[in-house]
């Protein structure tokens, strides 16, 4: 099993940064600088804390901060609810972007669930030890990402 020894191999911090540069470039053009900061913002924050609350080396603070970053993926999906209403996103563009942003919330919230469960106290109470096992959560919640991460293996 594939032991996570960095934030940037989690498939959720993944997902997030593909979902914040889908964001950036879909509302490039958008005039509404006010709307185009907030959740371009909202999208940063996701992968944002999944890599500081990583780093944090406590449990605790890592759920904290998951938390957090599933609560940003919410309010990219209601931002994005906007964007469609006012006319910022045609509906192919939306439903892409509300896609995207429920796989990293679903992804964040399993995660969670899975650090609760299986991680111990954190890394700066065991140095060295294995800090998350992904690579069968991975597969258990999502074959396709599984098979574009992993292969076919």
Known sequence: MATVQQFEDLICWKKARELTKEVYFSLKDCKDNGFKDQIQRASVSILSNI???????????????????????????????????????????????????????????????????????????????????IKELTKQLSPELYKRFYGNE
Do not use: H, W
């Open 51 to 133: 890599a500081e609350g990583f780093e944090r080396g406590t449990k605790q603070e890592f759920l904290n901060y998951l938390y957090i970053a599933k609560g940003s993926a919410g309010e990219v999906r209601a931002q994005l609810y906007v964007a469609l209403d006012v006319g910022y996103l045609n509906i192919e563009k939306f439903k892409y972007l509300n896609g995207l942003a429920l796989d990293c919330s679903r992804l964040v919230q399993s995660f969670s669930e899975k650090v609760k469960t299986g991680m111990k106290g954190g890394m700066q109470f065991k140095p060295g030890e294995k800090v998350y096992e």
